[in-house]
DNA sequence: ACCTGAACACCGTTCAAGT
DNA sequence: ACCTGAACACCGTTCAAGT
């Protein structure tokens, strides 16, 4: 048989497969690379041969999320609903870096999955259970925003996703002596606060800080907040 | 004079003028649908004539962001830091929700612009002149995140920022009565809580909820975290 | 049923040439 | 000094054709 050139060296091509290249392709290579045509031809496949099994690059992003997401897996019940709620965000977080891309993919979203959807039932799910009420639980969902998928907009711009333009954003990143002193002078708070940053003298801004440590202490400050409304039985006045 | 077709019609092009047209289209179509190519349309020019203006799409895409964030203008003084920070944040947002691509802007940005530093070093002033300490000034800013701009992402992808697009989202996302069934069905904790929501009972996700309120719930969830933590002396271990 | 080839309507950007 | 024209190397996607 074989009759085809392209079914003598792969197996047949199917949504599964295109799915997992994509994610495999945006790993290694950053999702502003990723591309139709280079995804196919990774697959060793003429570009119009994905169009049978995602309708478009839309629609293969949302594949891509939908894969990602999947992996945070069934939450662990048993603690209270602040732990059980951390420990699922930092379940989402966990998933989220092992690819770089995929907060950038979530945020091109325009409508939810249903794995995302189903991410987001849970946590609802685990404040209701501890006794939270619907009215703070669905504002507390919004406040955590972006966190319930680990991660965040951070206060310095991102680097690409793209390894070989993030090693060059870095390599740019490290301030020289005059540099630093040169923002010392424009910006002194900015530059007060710096110095006070948890680690890595070497780089003056978006790198040097401890990421686990800051998205953990922002999300502690809204549990705890949560919690204190609660305990103050708190409602919007709507 | 006039030896030029494009000179008799036009004033000459500057960068500021590139600057204000490639704004206003982005108010007008989206970020989406701005390119080289429309822009230089849009000013009766060839594309080419405006790489004399901007280095190439980054560095427009840069000063558009320094366009808006220039628009916050000064902070205004007097108050405890706390109402000071919110007052700064919420002006942020004001010059945000002028400009519905900014955000997205902002989140494609790699390095800050001078504006973008000058608004964060205003921020860490405000905090700093009220006496919290560097230490927990530069993780409250953190913590802050992109909230410091007057955006996050919201727990819901986000609508495209292309008004005709969005017109089109909307009303794909009024749900029929069978479509909350199906979703009360499988997601029983997010009709719960959606039941819950402020506002608007026409629209089921995304929509339907007060983004001013949900906006500045959060903000002061985290401004009173902060002054709880500032009261307490605290510190990070490092 | 699945893949291919050629084509369309776009991009950002370079280079050499005009005035 | 500033703008133009033609070209290059890409995009996502359509349509009609192959097997």
């Given amino acids: 048989?074989?009759?085809?050139p392209n079914a003598a060296r792969r197996p047949q091509l199917n949504r599964a497969r295109?799915?997992?290249?994509?994610?495999?392709?945006?790993?290694?290579?950053?999702?502003?690379?990723?591309?139709?045509?280079?995804?196919?031809?990774e697959l060793g496949v003429v570009p119009m041969a994905l169009y049978k099994h995602v309708a478009n690059k839309e629609e293969l992003l949302d594949?891509?999320?939908?894969?990602?997401?999947?992996?945070?897996?069934?939450?662990?019940?048993?603690a209270d609903w602040q732990a059980a709620v951390r420990g699922r965000v930092l379940a989402a977080r966990a998933a989220l870096l092992r690819h770089p891309w995929a907060s950038r993919a979530i945020e091109s979203r325009t409508?939810?999955?249903?794995?995302?959807?189903?991410?987001?039932?849970?946590?609802?799910?685990?404040?209701?259970?501890?006794?939270v009420s619907a009215d703070l639980t669905h504002h507390a969902m919004?406040?955590?925003g972006s966190r319930v998928w680990g991660f965040t907009q951070e206060l310095f711009p991102a680097p690409p996703t793209d390894?070989?333009?993030q090693a060059?954003?870095?390599?740019?990143?490290?301030?020289?002596?005059?540099?630093?002193?040169?923002?010392?002078a424009h910006f002194p708070h900015l530059a007060a606060i710096v110095?006070?940053?948890s680690h890595d003298p070497g780089s003056v801004v978006g790198g040097g800080c401890d990421d686990a440590f800051e998205f953990e202490f922002a999300l502690d400050v809204l549990l705890d907040g949560f919690a204190r409304l609660h305990r103050a039985g708190w409602t919007s006045a709507h």
Avoid: K, N, W
């Avoid at 048989?1 to 085809?4: G, K, Q, V």
């Avoid at 945070?72 to 048993?78: A, C, K, L, N, R």
């Avoid at 490290?174 to 540099?179: E, M, R």
């Fill in 142 to 144: 919004h406040a955590l």
């Fill in 1 to 4: 048989m074989d009759r085809t």
């Fill in 63 to 78: 594949g891509m999320v939908e894969a990602v997401v999947g992996e945070i897996g069934p939450p662990t019940g048993g």
């Fill in 168 to 184: 060059a954003a870095e390599a740019a990143q490290a301030a020289t002596a005059a540099q630093l002193q040169a923002m010392a």
């Fill in 163 to 165: 390894p070989a333009a």
């Fill in 111 to 131: 409508r939810p999955t249903p794995a995302m959807l189903s991410h987001l039932d849970s946590v609802a799910g685990l404040f209701l259970a501890g006794g």
């Fill in 18 to 41: 295109v799915l997992a290249a994509a994610v495999e392709l945006a790993d290694r290579t950053g999702i502003e690379a990723l591309s139709m045509r280079g995804l196919a031809q």
């Fill in 195 to 197: 110095a006070a940053r």
